[in-house]
Structures are given as C-alpha cells and as structure tokens.
C-alpha cells in the first residue's frame, strides 16, 4: 500500500522590532529574568495595549513578499486560556482577520524541480513568556520577559509532501524573513521556530487523514527528523489496525520520536472574540505602497539577475544569494574589481565561506571585505601572482597582515614571468635529475609532472606556470 | 437555554473556578434566569445587521518602536505570591 | 486666618471652596482635615470608604497650599476629593472592593489619578465598590455594604456607591466614579448627586481596573454640574497610553454652563416612560421636565424601540468581556493565590474561587459560556448585533432632539437586601442606563426631587462628546431649583 503524507507547517517569526508589539519594553534576548517584563507585560489590572507601528510594517512587509492580500483592515482577538506563562490569562492574536491572507512561496527540490507553497495566512501576535523547570523545591518558576514580544504567525496550506518539502520550505521562509529584516532568524534563540501539522492518506484518497500537530521545533534537522518519525508512526499505527487521533505532540529530540501532550490536550476551547481595548488595524493604501517601494530585491529574484546579469550557473547564483549580506558581498566584490564575475563567485563560495566556517564567523564581520578581496583577485587577473600563491595572500589577508600588494612584496611572491629567470632554473632542475631526464627522453612522458613540480618548487611556486610549462617542454625535448 | 449542572461545571472549569457542589445548583438556576434575560434577543431579527464592537468608529493608533520601560522588577514583585530568583514560582508546569 | 464655621464648609460646593481657597479664607490644610475628621466621625456608618488616605492627603494638602501661596494654583489645586477604588494609586492599596486585591498595593498611577494630581486635587481616600464594578446597590464588595446617608436602610446604588454615599453625606465635595452600565449615573441619582459619564474615550481607562472595556468609562461625581465640569476638565483628554482614547481637545466646560436653554430640544423617549417606572418617580421626573419648559426647552416624545433589548445584550457583552479581562487574577503575579495549592488547577481554580464572589463568579460564568464553542454566534454576535441597533436608535433620535431626558433609574433607593438574591431584578434597575454605555454616548444624572426621603434622578443623554451640553442643561437647571443642595440631615 503507497502512503502519500500530508504536511502543512505553522510557522512563528519574532520580529525584530526593538520594543514589544503592546508595550515600550525591550525585547532583547537574554536579560535577567523579569527585567524586561513591564506593567504590561505582566498582565497588571488597569494597563492597556497600545500596538507597535514596526510589528505591522513588518507583517505588511512580509505579507508583500509572498505576494499575499495585505489586509486594509485587520483585527486583534483575545484567545483565552489559562498558563503560568500567559500573565493576561489570553494572548491577543488575529483570527478571523488576519493582517495578510493567500500568499506563497516558491521552494526548490531536489535535481532542479519546484514548487509552489500556498501560504494560507499572516498574522500578528504576541508571544508568552517561558517556565523554566529548574527545581525551585518542586515549582515551576515563570520568566515573562519574552512575553509580549511580536510574533508573526505564518501557516501554510497542506501542500508538503514530505519532510524534506517541509525543510525546503521553511528555509526558504527562513531566507525571506531575514532578507526582509523582519526576523533575525535565529532559531537557538527561538526567533523562528515551528510546529508542524502532519496526516498520512492511502495514495489517491482525496480525503485528508487525521492530523497530529508537532509543536515547538526549533531546528531544521528536528523538523526533518520529527515529521519523518512522525509518517512512520501514524502509517504503523493505521497499518496495524489503529487510529490516528488528533492531539498535539512533542518531539523528544534525545529519543528521536515524538510523544503526546496530554496534560495541554483537554478540549480547548479559546472563545477568541474581538480584543476591546485594542481598534481595528486600518492599513491604508498609500502606506502599502510606501512599504511596497521600500522592499528590497526578494531572493528568487536575486538570483535570477545574478544568472542573467553575471553569467552564473543556477547552483552557484543559489548559493550567493543565500542571504543578502552575501549576495551584496560578492556583488561589492565585482564591482570592486570591474568583471570577472565567475571569478569572484568562486572565491566568495570558496576560499572566503570556508574561512567564515572555520571562525563561525558571519559574512558581515569578515575581516577581509569585498575591496580587499577584489584586490586580490585584480594580482590574479594581471598575471602577478597565480591563484595557488593568491590562496597564501588571502590567508595573510585574513590574519590582518596587511593589503594584498604589501603582502606580495613583503613575502618576495610576485610572480616570475621572465623568461631567462624561468629558464635557468629549469636548467638547473635537468641537470640535477640526469636520470629522469633520460627516462623522459626514453619515453616515460609522466615524469614531465615530475619536472614541473621540481622547478615549480626551485622557483618557490612563483614562476608563471604556463610559461614553465611551455620551457620546459622546449628544454626537456633537447 | 437552561443550564444544568454538568454545564456549569464545564463553564467553571474554563473559567478556572472553583464551585463548591452544594453552590452548583443556585448557580445552575441564576445562571439559567440569566440566559433567559437574554434570550429576549431572540425576539428580533438581526439578519444584514454588523455587529458592533466598538463605541466608536476609529482606527487603532500606532506606536512608535522605542523602549520606554525600564527595569522595575523589584517593584513589581514586591506584590507578588511568591518569587525566587526574579523568576515568579508555580506549581510544577508538566509538558 | 479667620475661622469658619465647620457647617459651612462641609456644605460648600468645590466651585465655592475652590473661591475660598483662592481667597485665602481657608487653607487646603483645614479643609483636608476637616473632611479626613467627618470621614473619621460618619464613614463607620456608612462604610463609603474602603481606605482612608490621611498622610497622603495631608501632604498634598500642604503642597497644594504652597502652590497656592506661589501663584501656581488651578481651580482645583487644594480641593479634596475621593477616588473610587478601581482606579490604581500608586503605593496605595487598590481593591477593586474584592478579596482578590485586598492586599494589591498598585505600583503606578491611573491616568485619571495622574491628572487630578496634576491639577492640585487632595486625595482623601479609596472609595467602597461593588466588586470589580459588578452591582447596582454596592452590597457586592468584599468589604461589606455601604448605605445611603439620606436613609441608611437604603442602599446607596452601585457600582460606585461608596463615591456617591461619601460625596452625599459631605464626607468628600467630590469623588470619581466610573460607569459601564450606570455605576457613576445610578448611584448619583440615588444619592441626590450630579454625576456624568462622559462619551466613550473621553477619559483615559489606564489604570482604571477593566470590568467590559468596550463599556467602561469614568468620570465625576459631585453635588452640582458645575462641580462635575471642574472635575471632568481635569479628568478628561488623550492618554496615548489608551487605544481608545479619543484624540480631541477637552473643551472649556465651564465656559458654555450659563447658555440659556431657550429652544433646546429635549427628546423624551416613550420607552423609558412605560411599564416598570415607579408611578411616584415618573411624578417627580415630570415636574423636571415641566421646569425646563419654563426653561424655554422644547419637549417633544421620540423613540427608542430597540430599548428592551439593552438589558440583554449588556449582558452577554459585559460578562463575556468580563470573563477574559479577569482571567488575569491567577494567584502568581500579585493578588489573592490561595494557600497550598496541589498543582497548578488547584492554584488556579481555587485563588479565583476564593478571590471572587457570588455575582463576578456568575457574570465569569455567564461570559465565559457566550463565548464558549457553539455559542459564540447566538450570544456574542448577536448581542452586538443588538449593541447596532440601539445605536442607531440613538443616532436617528439625534437628529431631532439636542438632549434626550427621563429618569436615570425606575425606582428610588431600595432597602438592603431586598434584591441581593435576585440577580435579575438587580440588573433592571440599570434599565435606562444600560443603553447609553452600549451606544458610547455620554449620560448625566441629576437630582430632581424626592419620594419620601430618597432622592430622584433626571437622566440627561447627549450626543457623541456633547458633554459641555449636558453639563449647561443640568448647571441652567440647578440655577432655578436647590435639589442639589439638600443634604441629608443626619449628615448636614
């Protein structure tokens, strides 16, 4: 029996405003725990929320970028339930009117194919806190910093059809949000996490089985490792005679399965209703044209130009474009050096990104910048230094030792383009190796290798290796 | 709409209330008079009509993105049950 | 300084006080201490107030005389007056008139406490509450019921009834109030007082402790118009802090007070005239009515006819906002948490439980099944589905009427306990006052007259931010008529 798997992703970004989405506290990661918790936040009797204009330009944003119906008017609702890390005992979200509706998003998958994601809805709301379960003599204790902080809830259509669909779309979700600058992205810290509604149907059935809702996964490998687990029961399960029912899981990334939540699974039952203290967001037109102008070049499109405009091959301009920052990178770098497109691509994908992974370091705190490499690669292109002498000169570029010319001159690495120079140290390689040199002239061909290592080496790699190569071709003739 | 009480131990449990049993019943019957009051919306046909959940027709105002609160922690917490460590204590949270 | 005789004083309104601080004829000092002694001598009583804040008022006291001595006073800088205790104090206690906060010791402000602060005012103490503003006779607080000083087996109406009794029997010239379906309007008419909420978003509801945000609103109560224009001034304009603060000026409501009423318009709607109205207050209203046609008013009947339907849909709105606004009160972050609780339900059900009583218990209840799945439609919707209909009553009314008038509530002041145990005969005698909070209009009551000993309210309804209107309509009233100064004489 064929299995066809049915995912749909909820998706929630924190957005990377300075203040929370209904009070002036500060939303930055990692104070103290309740420092950054203001009236508001907790839920004091008396306070009012007062919305932040950054959390909807970012959702207007977003909604922009994946094509969506950016909502002229919206509409706060309380959804109320009861939890140590929810101070107002509900947490204002949207419901029936979202801030932006029926977008998608366009995900790549393996060998060259594509996909279009319909993404069902946007809306903004406020995140909780978190209760940490140190032991405090049995208790739970309750950090509110993080609540209130402004989340944007994305849910897809059930349009994945695997774990693998499920990463590829939610990096790809990943990469739009931080192009757009309305997320940080970083998952460590819970600034993009997901929860992932996942049901399996017999091959052909065009009725959806039921679903389970993994919650809370912070990382790409659990998304991946969770849902794949997750198909494999729910198939067991029905295989074996049983049922799936709908509730929500946990994955236990230790265990590397996913486990029911019963405590939290009591019939929910939100009774949302319009927030009263809180107005209809009203979203003029002119204001989603200004935020529509202010958008910057989205990733599929990016990497179309880098295609067009620089050559490249669809692998490489997919790579350069990974996030903005790079994709500015490599184009700084071009312009820095006035062409050679190909070039500068594969030493940003090259040298520069295996560097960056050896430091952990981001492309925007690489010591060597976008001039300093086009420098480099301009004692490339005119001749005075090969590219395996440039990778030791980037090297000291990188260690701060100093700009490229400097470095070159400092080190004696110019590149030996005088013929009579390359000449004599060619002579001096044959007439050290008189043996090999009649082995060659006997017809073992092979050994030219070896003479353009010896006289590669003699010259301290600095001679121009294809006019060495030419010589000692003439000379070992006779 | 008359409730009994099983449905107002439902309610009570939503609403994260205690009800004592021998307080069920006089709260099953003013709970139902309650629900009575109020069916007399019944009485008028409100088909086309859009609800109106706001006194006034206006928009909601925006705020600029800037922190304007500082710490108060201890402030706050002075009024709290009980605190360790900044942190407020409940009973054990199970996941 | 020469001295006054204390019965003057007492009786004298703020607008008369506020001459004579400016003349020097008395300090803030005297006058605060005079009232915090009548609070000492008659609040056992009549329990209207919850706290008494005699150092603070005695330190604002001193301060609002250095002001004066420094040219640097308003109309208000020295006057006494009482905040119902819904509104957050700053390191003073704030109950709410519930065991939940009985311990709660806010840590800021109100706006509305900012500005009567701002303004000079002296706070004398917390007034007494129905519980979280649930109530129309003030016997739903935790710390007991208060009574009525014109006849203390009366009930002085709620939800501010400690605010109306302490103003009533001259324990404070002015208090606030706050109305979400009659709590400032009731109480005064009652009490014999002036009390007016204002237009909804008038004044700021930060730090006001939310009962149904979409109904509440505070405002002043006080013995004349003039009075509740003083206070309201100084109560009213934008908090950016609140969403549904209107952003508009606060007109000068002292300046438009002596308009004269001729050709005013004064709509009676039949349906506050019909069955249910107390045959000998319905005398009482009409002989109002009857003085501001020599007033120059026009009286015409209008209709309401969507007007049975405010006691109903009020109470599916109010409870189902109710129920998520205090699901705040959890026993972990500040109020009552109960004592060793077992897990987290048991902390929950049982802070609340034992934090809340009877009728905030059943208005949670009530709210909490209108919003529950299933239902949301037939009650939530359809009640404000309703909430349109009478506010287009009200709108259509408008366009023919400046004003509209009738009695603020059915009857008098009922006796203590004669409907404690009947919720829904409670809740009717918020009957015409209902329909003003669910519309966003601004309401005043004034006092009229009597039946027997108990006093009778007028009802004044204007349109959207007309209070400077209803204020002239009641101030021209109280210049030809002395209801307003009638004290009850255990109190004189």
Known sequence: ?478 | MSLGPAEVGKIAHLARLAIRDQDVPAYAHNLSAILELVARMDAVDTAGVIPMAHPLDMAQRLRVDEVSEANQRERFQAIAPRVEAGLYLVPKVIE | ?492
């Open chain 3, 1 to 492: 300084m020469k001295p006054l005789s204390e019965t003057a004083m007492h009786q004298k309104t703020i607008a008369q006080l506020s001459a004579g601080l400016t003349a020097g004829e008395f300090s803030s000092e005297e006058l605060t201490r005079l009232f915090l002694e009548r609070i000492e001598q008659y609040n056992p009583s009549l329990n209207a107030f919850i706290t008494v804040t005699d150092d603070i008022a005695l330190e604002q006291a001193r301060a609002a005389d250095r002001r004066r001595q420094q040219d640097q006073a308003g109309p208000l800088t020295g006057v006494p007056i009482a905040q119902k205790d819904i509104f957050c104090t700053d390191g003073v206690r704030t109950s709410c008139g519930s065991r939940m906060l009985d311990r709660f010791i806010a840590p800021y402000n109100a706006t509305v406490v900012e500005k009567l602060n701002a303004a000079g005012t002296v706070m004398l103490g917390k007034t007494n509450m129905d519980e979280f503003a649930m109530g129309s006779s003030n016997e739903n607080s935790f710390y007991g019921p208060v009574r009525n000083p014109w006849d203390l087996d009366a009930v002085p109406g709620g939800s501010s009834g400690g605010s109306a009794a302490a103003v009533a029997a001259r324990l404070t010239p002015g208090a606030t109030g706050t109305d979400t379906g009659g709590s400032i309007r009731q109480p005064a008419a009652l009490c014999g007082l002036t009390g007016i909420k204002p237009t909804y978003g008038r004044v700021s509801r930060w730090g006001m402790i939310a009962y149904a945000s979409s109904l509440d609103q505070g405002g002043p109560m006080a013995r004349t118009a003039e009075d509740c224009a003083l206070l309201l001034g100084a109560m009213a304009g934008f908090d950016p802090r609140d969403s549904t603060s209107v952003d508009q000026p606060v007109p000068d409501y002292l300046a438009r007070l002596d308009q004269a009423l001729d050709g005013l318009k004064i709509g009676l709607p039949k349906e506050y005239f019909g069955e249910g109205l107390d045959g000998e207050v319905a005398r009482v209203v009409d002989a109002a009515i009857a003085e501001y046609r020599k007033l120059g008013a026009n009286v015409i009947e209008i209709s309401l006819p969507n007007s049975q339907l405010a006691i109903p849909a009020y109470y599916v709105i109010a409870p189902a906002e109710c129920s998520s606004n205090l699901a705040r009160f959890d026993g972990v972050r500040y109020g009552h948490r109960c004592d060793n609780p077992k897990d987290l339900l048991d902390l929950y059900t049982r802070s609340r439980a034992e934090g809340f009583g009877p009728e905030v218990t059943r208005r949670i209840l009530v709210g909490a099944f209108a919003l529950s799945a299933g239902y949301y439609d037939a009650y939530y919707l359809k009640a404000q589905q309703i909430r349109r209909l009478i506010s287009d009553d009200f709108r259509r009314a408008f366009e023919q009427v400046d004003v509209i008038a009738g009695p603020t509530s059915p009857t008098v002041a009922f006796n203590l306990g004669e409907k404690v145990d009947d919720p829904i005969t409670m809740y009717l005698s918020d009957i015409y006052t209902i329909a003003v909070n669910l519309a966003g209009l601004p309401g005043l009551s004034l006092p009229v007259g009597f039946v027997g000993q108990r006093p009778v309210g007028l009802q004044l309804i204007g349109n959207y931010f007309a209070e400077d209107r209803l204020l002239n309509v009641a101030h021209r009233y109280q210049q030809v008529t002395d209801w307003h100064a009638r004290a009850p004489a255990a109190f004189a």
């Open chain 1, 1 to 478: 029996m064929e299995w066809e798997t049915v995912i749909g992703l909820e998706i929630h970004a924190q957005l990377a405003t300075k203040s929370k989405i209904f009070s002036g506290a500060s939303t930055a990661y990692g104070a103290d725990p309740n420092t950054q918790a203001c009236a508001i936040d907790l839920g004091m009797p008396g306070v009012l929320p007062v919305l932040n204009q950054d959390a909807v330009r970012m959702a207007a944003m977003f909604g922009l970028a994946i094509g969506a119906e950016v909502a002229q008017r919206s509409v706060f609702a309380r959804k109320n339930y009861f939890y140590p890390d929810l101070p107002k005992g509900y947490q204002i979200s949207q419901y029936e009117l979202p801030v932006a509706q029926k977008g998608q998003l366009h995900i790549d998958l393996e060998q060259g194919a594509s996909k279009l994601i319909g993404i069902t809805r946007a809306h903004l709301e406020e995140d909780a806190g978190k209760s940490l379960h140190e032991d405090f003599q049995g208790l739970s204790g309750i950090d509110l910093n993080r609540a209130g902080t402004p989340l944007l809830e994305i849910v897809s259509e059930p349009d994945l059809r695997s774990a693998k669909e499920a990463v590829a779309y939610m990096k790809k979700l990943h990469q739009m949000v931080v192009y757009l600058g309305i997320c940080d992205g970083n998952m460590q810290e819970g600034s993009f996490r997901c929860d992932a509604n996942v049901s399996v149907r017999r091959q052909g059935d065009p009725k959806l089985g039921t679903r389970a809702e993994i919650k809370n996964l912070n990382s790409f490998r659990f998304v991946e490792r969770a849902i794949e687990f997750e198909i494999e029961r729910q198939i067991d399960l029905i295989e074996a005679g049983g049922k799936v029912v709908q509730e929500t899981r946990l994955y236990d990334p230790d265990k590397g399965e996913t486990r029911s939540m019963r405590g939290k699974e009591e019939a929910n039952d939100y009774r949302y209703f319009p927030d009263p203290d809180l107005l209809p967001l009203v979203i003029d037109q002119d204001v989603i044209a200004a935020i529509r102008a202010s958008l910057p070049e989205l990733p599929d499109a990016k990497k179309q130009r880098f295609i067009t405009q620089y050559g490249l091959s669809g692998y490489d301009a997919g790579v350069l474009t990974t996030s903005r920052a790079l994709g500015d990178y490599y184009e700084a770098t071009v312009a820095a050096l006035s062409g050679e497109p190909k070039l500068c691509a594969n030493w940003v994908m090259g040298d520069l990104s295996a560097f960056l992974n050896k430091d952990n370091r981001e492309i925007t705190d690489s010591p060597v910048n976008p001039a300093q490499l086009a420098g480099l690669l301009r004692r490339i292109q005119d001749g005075t230094i090969s590219g395996k002498i440039a990778k030791d000169v980037f090297e000291a570029l990188w260690a701060g030792e100093g700009e490229t010319d400097a470095i070159i001159e400092k080190r004696g690495l110019r590149q030996i383009t005088d013929a009579s120079a390359i000449e004599s140290v060619i002579e001096a390689v044959i007439a050290a190796n008189p043996e090999q040199l009649a082995q060659y002239r006997a017809g073992k061909d092979k050994l030219f290798g070896f003479f353009v290592g010896q006289a590669m080496k003699a010259s301290k790699g600095k001679a121009n290796p294809q006019q060495l190569n030419e010589l000692l071709e003439k000379k070992l003739k006779g």
